[in-house]
């Protein structure tokens, strides 16, 4: 932890009562140590930087004004909320930010009661704060007060709309702050970014307004009753006035701002202001990603997540990849562009996440066949789906995670009419750091019983170019290509474009291991899905190296979920007495799964060994820290092979 001098403020604070002892004029440089803090801590143990140092002085206001935890902040995303787990009791163990068994790496309930509730993923704090909101009133806690806090990227997502409506229609006193960078992970977009770009609201006013409200209430003239009305008949007045119309107040939300974010002291002014405003209300603050460093806030999206870096310099500690295989997401970015040139009717497609994907390698040469919808994966994948239905071949990709958010528009929009779109899930299984609520553990499992889906899942960039050329070819209907996170296994990643007959696996080894005589062996088939291959092989080879088993070992990529390769399933349905299925996704309804049924329903009663990620959430560490906890790492794979071999001596056969 650093020294005495530089934290005076801040060694003082364990909690937000320590900090509500401090005198207002004490919170900028309370905000400035907080800044500094985080900025030593992220340089040497990764995480996200530009977006807690923009949230400093909403975070400190918040706590300052509020009593929490009996009052209810919840954060939108927890990309913001590193000063707020400084504040709350976790300063000291905070360099263990992210790591395995250490602080989770979004705010959530499980760690501490100033979490209140999960935000790894956007745009659900309005909804779940108004539900909070709401339940204060019915439990007798009528003097709590909630606080969203949501992003301006965030805010463009449509569960937040919904949010919105129905706290203009549900009795509440909600406070919900949007935190307006311009930003979400790469630049926000869409028509939500350029409406709070142009929204202004004079300060003076409202706070006229505000105190005229005061007076009605106390005269008794302003009751809830005839509230509605008045703020109606206002808003319609103001907008013909300005000429523009509130979009928040058009739904009956007050909206207040915008403000200065980074004006801690009026932030606390404002705040006060509206502690005890009854009904629900928006407050609006402009805030810079990165705010106080300025490596930062020249380059926003690139110091989201920047790895460990100089917090003296701003040098970025970035490890050399020359020699080493390029990242997936990388080889999909490359191989779309090569295929859009050569076919017109293919667009990229992202919800807001084109440097994550790498569809901005295709964006900066056709920009006008590429779209960034916004933190939407929903629309994202009915927007493909509309493309689809009128001739154009969209590739929608979408990490794994926040696929699940578009689980209907799959089904209905996508799957039903059988329509070409490919959807590429990246970060798919394990991600690591990002814990619980970023894994992509559960696309296999949910994507496999919707009929009309091809699913397909790389073991290495050749094998994912070859799947992307295949899935544009006509009658190729919904297509999905599942890939990890992180670099692949080919230096020299580049192949030509050859299709994959569709529903076709690979056998990679096959060969029996020496045995002494008299000894009857068994017969061992693993069947991998994507880059769980190649530890496989790793297994394998140490095995035969060590030439302590016995047996017939056969290893198969099945490269295709669905259709699964049948000739495959037959032939190890009549040849081997011991089957090992191994994936990185969820136990139940994958691989393994759908192993087990096809063999059942043929009637080959073989064991099936299934290793896979348990039935259980799993929670932050690095990837092959989680794989070997899930027991899908080479070890523990070679392990299950070592025993499912063990010979049984009976007469040689």
Same mark, same amino acid.
Request: net charge negative.
């Given at each position: 932890?650093?020294?005495?001098?530089?934290?005076?403020?801040?060694? #003082?604070?364990?909690?937000?009562?320590?900090?509500?002892?401090?005198?207002?004029?004490?919170?900028?440089?309370?905000?400035?140590?907080?800044?500094?803090?985080?900025?030593?801590?992220?340089?040497?143990?990764?995480?996200?930087?530009?977006?807690?140092?923009?949230?400093?002085?909403?975070?400190?206001?918040?706590?300052?004004?509020?009593?929490?935890?009996?009052?209810?902040?919840?954060?939108?995303?927890?990309?913001?909320? &590193?000063?707020?787990?400084?504040?709350?009791?976790?300063?000291?163990?905070?360099?263990?930010?992210?790591?395995?068994?250490?602080?989770?790496?979004?705010?959530?309930?499980?760690?501490?009661?100033?979490?209140?509730?999960?935000?790894? %993923?956007?745009?659900?704090?309005?909804?779940?704060?108004?539900?909070?909101?709401?339940?204060?009133?019915?439990?007798? %806690?009528?003097?709590?007060?909630?606080?969203?806090?949501?992003?301006?990227?965030? @805010?463009?997502? $449509?569960?937040?709309?919904? $949010?919105?409506?129905?706290?203009?229609?549900?009795?509440?006193?909600?406070?919900?702050?949007?935190?307006?960078?311009?930003?979400?992970?790469?630049?926000?977009?869409?028509?939500?970014?350029?409406?709070?770009?142009?929204?202004?609201?004079?300060?003076?006013?409202?706070?006229?307004?505000?105190?005229?409200?005061?007076?009605?209430?106390?005269?008794?003239?302003?009751?809830? #009753?005839?509230?509605?009305?008045?703020?109606?008949?206002?808003?319609?007045?103001?907008?013909?006035?300005?000429?523009?119309?509130?979009?928040?107040?058009?739904?009956?939300?007050?909206?207040? *701002?915008?403000?200065?974010?980074?004006?801690?002291?009026?932030?606390?002014?404002?705040?006060?202001?509206?502690?005890?405003?009854?009904?629900?209300?928006?407050?609006?603050?402009?805030?810079?990603? *990165?705010?106080?460093?300025?490596?930062?806030?020249?380059?926003?999206?690139?110091?989201?997540?920047?790895?460990?870096?100089?917090?003296? /310099?701003?040098?970025?500690?970035?490890?050399?990849?020359?020699?080493?295989?390029?990242?997936?997401?990388?080889?999909?970015?490359?191989?779309?562009?090569?295929?859009?040139?050569?076919?017109?009717?293919?667009?990229?497609?992202?919800?807001?996440?084109?440097?994550?994907?790498?569809?901005?390698?295709?964006?900066?040469? @056709?920009?006008?066949? /590429?779209?960034?919808?916004?933190?939407?994966?929903?629309?994202?994948?009915?927007?493909?789906?509309?493309?689809?239905?009128?001739?154009? !071949?969209?590739?929608?990709?979408?990490?794994?995670?926040?696929?699940?958010?578009?689980?209907?528009?799959?089904?209905?929009?996508?799957?039903?009419?059988?329509?070409?779109?490919?959807?590429?899930?990246?970060?798919?299984?394990?991600?690591?750091?990002?814990?619980?609520? %970023?894994?992509?553990?559960?696309?296999?499992?949910?994507?496999?019983?919707?009929?009309?889906?091809?699913?397909?899942?790389?073991?290495?960039?050749?094998?994912?170019?070859?799947?992307?050329?295949?899935?544009?070819?006509?009658?190729?209907?919904?297509?999905?290509?599942?890939?990890?996170? *992180?670099?692949?296994?080919?230096?020299?990643? !580049?192949?030509?474009?050859?299709?994959?007959?569709?529903? /076709?696996?690979?056998?990679?080894?096959?060969?029996?291991?020496?045995?002494?005589?008299?000894? /009857?062996?068994?017969?061992?088939?693993?069947?991998?899905? *994507?880059?769980?291959?190649?530890?496989?092989?790793?297994?394998?080879?140490?095995?035969?190296?060590?030439?302590?088993?016995?047996?017939?070992?056969?290893? &198969?990529?099945?490269?295709?979920?669905?259709?699964?390769?049948?000739?495959?399933?037959?032939?190890?349905?009549?040849?081997?007495?011991?089957?090992?299925?191994?994936?990185?996704?969820?136990?139940?309804?994958?691989?393994?799964?759908?192993?087990?049924?096809?063999?059942?329903?043929?009637?080959?009663?073989?064991?099936?060994?299934?290793?896979?990620?348990?039935?259980?959430?799993?929670?932050? $560490?690095?990837?092959?820290?989680?794989?070997?906890?899930?027991?899908?790492?080479?070890?523990?794979?070679?392990?299950?092979?070592?025993?499912?071999? !063990?010979?049984?001596?009976?007469?040689?056969?």
């Amino acid at each position: 932890m650093s020294n005495e001098n530089t934290f005076k403020l801040l060694n #003082k604070i364990d909690s937000p009562a320590d900090l509500r002892k401090l005198s207002i004029d004490e919170l900028p440089i309370l905000c400035e140590e907080l800044r500094k803090d985080i900025i030593q801590e992220v340089a040497v143990n990764p995480g996200h930087l530009a977006s807690s140092l923009g949230a400093i002085e909403i975070t400190v206001a918040c706590h300052y004004v509020f009593d929490t935890p009996e009052d209810r902040i919840v954060w939108d995303v927890g990309h913001q909320a &590193y000063g707020h787990k400084i504040l709350t009791h976790r300063r000291e163990c905070f360099c263990e930010n992210r790591k395995k068994d250490g602080l989770m790496p979004f705010p959530s309930p499980k760690e501490s009661e100033y979490d209140t509730f999960t935000c790894g %993923h956007a745009s659900n704090s309005i909804s779940a704060a108004l539900g909070m909101a709401v339940a204060a009133k019915m439990t007798n %806690h009528p003097e709590r007060h909630v606080v969203a806090i949501i992003g301006d990227g965030a @805010m463009s997502g $449509g569960l937040a709309f919904e $949010g919105l409506n129905n706290a203009s229609s549900q009795p509440n006193d909600l406070l919900i702050i949007l935190n307006d960078n311009d930003m979400s992970i790469d630049r926000a977009v869409g028509g939500m970014q350029q409406y709070l770009l142009n929204l202004d609201t004079n300060e003076t006013y409202n706070r006229l307004r505000f105190k005229a409200s005061q007076w009605l209430h106390a005269k008794g003239i302003l009751n809830d #009753k005839r509230r509605k009305g008045i703020i109606r008949l206002n808003n319609a007045i103001k907008s013909a006035l300005a000429q523009q119309q509130n979009l928040f107040e058009g739904m009956d939300i007050r909206y207040f *701002g915008p403000f200065d974010g980074h004006d801690v002291k009026e932030v606390v002014r404002v705040l006060n202001q509206l502690k005890n405003m009854k009904g629900p209300k928006l407050l609006h603050l402009h805030t810079i990603k *990165g705010k106080g460093y300025k490596p930062a806030e020249k380059s926003a999206t690139v110091w989201h997540a920047p790895g460990k870096f100089d917090p003296e /310099t701003g040098k970025r500690l970035v490890q050399d990849s020359s020699n080493k295989p390029p990242k997936f997401q990388d080889v999909f970015g490359h191989t779309l562009l090569e295929l859009a040139k050569s076919n017109p009717r293919i667009v990229g497609v992202t919800p807001a996440m084109p440097t994550g994907c790498s569809m901005n390698i295709m964006m900066k040469e @056709m920009a006008d066949r /590429t779209f960034d919808v916004g933190i939407a994966e929903g629309h994202a994948m009915t927007f493909s789906a509309g493309m689809a239905k009128d001739g154009l !071949q969209p590739f929608c990709n979408i990490y794994s995670s926040f696929a699940q958010r578009a689980y209907d528009n799959i089904i209905h929009d996508a799957a039903i009419l059988n329509l070409p779109v490919v959807l590429c899930l990246d970060r798919a299984g394990l991600v690591g750091e990002d814990g619980a609520t %970023h894994h992509g553990a559960f696309d296999m499992a949910f994507l496999r019983p919707i009929p009309n889906v091809t699913i397909a899942s790389p073991m290495n960039e050749h094998e994912l170019r070859r799947l992307m050329f295949t899935a544009q070819l006509p009658e190729k209907g919904f297509f999905v290509i599942r890939y990890p996170r *992180g670099g692949g296994a080919l230096v020299d990643w !580049q192949c030509p474009l050859e299709e994959v007959k569709v529903g /076709t696996g690979r056998k990679l080894y096959d060969k029996i291991l020496a045995h002494k005589k008299g000894e /009857t062996t068994k017969n061992v088939a693993v069947l991998t899905i *994507g880059p769980m291959g190649h530890d496989t092989l790793k297994a394998i080879e140490e095995i035969e190296q060590e030439g302590k088993s016995a047996g017939r070992i056969a290893h &198969y990529d099945m490269r295709f979920l669905k259709p699964i390769d049948e000739n495959i399933l037959e032939e190890v349905g009549q040849n081997f007495s011991e089957v090992i299925t191994v994936e990185d996704g969820t136990k139940n309804g994958g691989l393994g799964t759908a192993v087990m049924e096809w063999l059942n329903e043929h009637n080959h009663n073989i064991h099936v060994q299934r290793l896979a990620l348990p039935d259980q959430f799993v929670e932050q $560490g690095t990837v092959q820290q989680l794989r070997q906890l899930c027991g899908i790492d080479k070890d523990s794979i070679k392990r299950e092979i070592e025993k499912r071999l !063990q010979a049984t001596h009976i007469t040689e056969v």
